[in-house]
């Protein structure tokens, strides 16, 4: 009995001390799942507002819904790589195509996607064998043409925002077409176009002005298959960008979304204008990309773009979700993350639900704990106050130049004038020289002649004047002292640093 029960005993020791078989991993994909089809992941980050629901199956609709967005998951997958990896067309396209849905009327913007077709091949045979693709093709009767479905958008929108690839190197095209006046009238069957682009902006970042004229002389071709003109005199547009460096090519297909970006957030301005019916300039369209490049801000926000981009044309049957990759998935983090320290994490305005002690800031009424003053300017710079309204006088204050006393100074008042360039006033920091009516400044207590467009007040401080006053008749007691102090003339011009030299 008692050994049947040590018997039990060891058999049961045996079996809890048994290693459960380790679960093996695919190293391969699986030949039998079909492409984009969901798949199991291994980690989401849990949260009480979401169900995953693990233990209920998909439906078939389901499936197909989701395995027919598959590329545009792919175009955000590829995001998520590396952050200085090339930036491909798919991811490109899909996050623009979700950013031109966000325009009250769309149809304003063509935005063709046609990789698949090679519109700006750099080999001339390459070009020819695309032409061909898409050429026009004349009706039986002669009284007109068959186009390709490339043209069928491009023909009845107002703009088009095409960013192209050159082996690596993005550019971004921005054209404006209208209808061409007195196309009726030109019957040649070979040459006829009626429509044509009346703005071009041509976006490099690279400044590679080969690779400039051949976009015009690509796209002057492919246009005119869709009779659609080019002409010489053609309105270019500059919508400057800060270059880069030649080898930071992957840097320009960031920059082309952003520009792209931009400039569908300036035809939302355009669009709420003429809802107002407010017949103002246009010309804000083509100003400079006014803004500091923010690489992984454009890659976070072309990889929301795309990643909206599946969940809507999969009618909202996917849904976003945060993953936590084990070691065994391609997924590196230092290739992404941007963070160099931990300064990053220590936010400006971090307040803590249960942070403990709560009051941490001290604010004295003393004179003692008051920050110290602003520096005083350096002796050669004014000190002018900008009067509120530009009817107001400008009044500066110019501190005395080396070789006076301190104790003289001079002031004047003019009425500021307008910048002829932008119709703004001029700012109170600009060069002396730069602020119309004002050349000239003298220093001399005897200075009888009131400069031309101000009027200068002369202050003195009696105790450090050592200088002689003139009498009532404007001279001064002994010219020959004035005379020694001021040798050139009795009221020098003032310099600064760089016209002294």
């Known amino acids: 009995m008692a050994g049947s029960t040590k018997d039990n005993q060891a058999k049961v020791k045996k079996s809890v001390e048994k290693k459960a078989p380790e679960k093996k ?72 195509f979700w950013e031109q849905r966000q325009l009250a009327n769309e149809s304003m913007v063509s935005m063709p996607s046609a990789d698949h077709i090679d519109l700006f091949p750099e080999e001339e045979d390459a070009f020819e064998d695309t032409l061909r693709k898409i050429g026009k093709l004349p ?3 002669g009284q007109g043409f068959v186009l390709h479905y490339l043209f069928s958008k491009l023909r009845t929108r107002e703009f088009l925002v095409l960013p192209v690839d050159f082996d690596g190197y993005w550019v971004t095209v921005i054209a404006r077409m209208r209808e061409k006046p007195g196309a009726a009238r030109n019957l040649d069957i070979e040459k006829f176009c009626d429509r044509e682009v009346s703005d071009l902006a041509i976006v490099d970042p690279v400044l590679s002005e080969s690779r400039r004229h051949l976009v015009i002389r690509r796209l002057t071709s492919i246009l005119a298959e869709g009779c659609i003109e080019l002409p010489a005199e053609v309105t270019r ?143 050669n710079v004014p000190i002018c106050t900008m009067p509120p309204s530009p009817s107001d006088k400008l009044v500066c204050e110019f501190p005395p130049p080396p070789g006076f006393d301190v104790g003289v100074r001079a002031t004047c008042e003019l009425v500021p004038s307008l910048d002829a360039n932008t119709g703004e006033q001029n700012a109170p920091d600009a060069p002396m020289e730069d602020i119309p009516g004002l050349s000239q400044v003298y220093y001399s207590p005897a200075s009888p002649t009131p400069l031309p467009a101000a009027e200068v007040k002369q202050e003195y401080d009696e105790p450090s004047l050592k200088r002689p006053l003139p009498d009532d008749d404007g001279d001064y007691e002994d010219e020959d002292e004035a005379e020694e102090d001021l040798p050139s003339a009795k009221r020098p011009k003032i310099e600064d640093e760089h016209s002294a030299e």
């Open 25 to 96: 991993i695919r190293k391969n994909p699986n030949p039998n799942q079909k492409r984009g089809q969901p798949t199991a992941a291994a980690r989401l980050i849990s949260s009480p507002y979401i169900k995953f629901g693990w233990h209920k199956p998909l439906s078939g609709e389901v499936k197909e819904a989701v395995q027919r967005v598959s590329s545009m998951a792919d175009s955000m997958y590829m995001l998520q790589m590396d952050k200085e990896r090339e930036i491909e067309s798919l991811s490109l396209r899909n996050g623009l």
């Open 139 to 141: 009706l039986d009767n």
């Open 237 to 379: 547009r500059h919508i400057e960008v800060p270059p880069i460096q030649n080898s930071y090519r992957w840097q320009t297909g960031l920059i082309a979304y952003a520009v792209s970006r931009e400039f569908l957030r300036r035809l939302k301005t355009l669009e709420w204008r003429r809802g107002l019916a407010m017949h103002s300039s246009e010309d804000f369209l083509w100003v400079s990309f006014q803004e500091n490049y923010n690489f992984e801000a454009y890659r976070q926000s072309l990889m929301a773009a795309c990643a909206f981009q599946c969940i809507e044309m999969s009618g909202y049957q996917a849904r976003l979700a945060l993953e936590v990759p084990s070691e065994d998935s391609n997924y590196q983090p230092s290739s992404l993350s941007h963070i160099r320290d931990d300064s990053f994490y220590k936010r400006d305005e971090k307040w803590e639900v249960f942070q403990s002690p709560t009051h941490t800031f001290t604010v004295s009424m003393s004179q003692e704990s008051r920050p110290p003053p602003p520096s005083p300017p350096s002796p």
